[in-house]
């Protein structure tokens, strides 16, 4: 809903329309560049977690493919 405080957020954050996007009041623009900041942090931060994940995965694969852990 448009008509109150958080709907008027959504709907800046959600808007995909340049043309609408360059109508945007400072307040607006404002409240876009901090999502987007926020956003882009979020995926930096999931990336570097998977990029962990597959590397410690990738260590057991390799160690597993030479033995790495099996006494004998």
């Known amino acids: 809903m448009d008509d109150t405080p958080?709907?008027?957020v959504v709907a800046v954050r959600t808007e995909t329309d340049q043309k609408v996007?360059?109508?945007f009041s400072p307040w607006q623009r404002q409240i876009r560049a901090d999502w987007n900041a926020f956003k882009a942090q979020r995926m930096s931060l999931q990336s570097t977690e998977d990029m962990d994940q597959?590397?410690?995965q990738l260590e057991r694969m390799i160690?597993?493919?030479?033995?790495?852990g099996k006494s004998g």
Request: proline letters at 0%; charged letters at 15%; glycine letters at 20%.
């Open 6 to 8: 958080l709907g008027r």
């Open 21 to 23: 996007i360059s109508q």
């Open 54 to 56: 597959q590397m410690k």
């Open 63 to 68: 160690a597993s493919a030479f033995g790495g």
